[in-house]
């Protein structure tokens, strides 16, 4: 009883159009940024390395390397400061978080990509 009362006061918050995107993949994820009385769109970039949550407590983490030092920010799917997130490239990933990606530098943080067409025939 208490769940079904939380998620249909949750349903207001909930985005109508979800986009699609997977772990593994790389995205970019444009987000409002407020600096003073300035209201500015930010994209970052970067893979998708787990998602977690339900509801509109759904979230996702995304990685990039700066220089030499991985950056990681976690975005709330359904805040309102996420504007857009676009998938740019679809990676193959065995598993739900891709943690172990962490430890890797160079090209061993890329993944292998995924390909839609499994029509091919042998």
Not at 53 to 61: C, E, I, L, S, Y
Request: proline share 2%; with cysteine; glycine share 10%.
């Amino acid at each position: 009883m208490k769940t079904q009362l939380l998620d249909a006061v949750e349903e207001k918050s909930l985005k109508k159009e979800l986009p699609h995107f997977e772990i593994g993949d790389t995205v970019e994820v444009s987000c409002k940024i407020q600096e003073g009385d300035k209201i500015r769109t930010q994209i970052f970039s970067g893979t998708v390395i787990a998602k977690k949550g339900r509801g509109v407590n759904k979230t996702f983490t995304v990685r990039r390397m700066v220089g030499n030092e991985g950056v990681e920010r976690i975005f709330p799917l359904h805040s309102p400061n996420v504007i857009d997130v676009k998938a740019l490239r679809s990676g193959k990933a065995r598993r739900a978080k891709l943690y172990y990606l962490r430890g890797r530098t160079g090209k061993g943080i890329r993944l292998a990509q995924r390909h839609s067409d499994h029509t091919t025939a042998r």
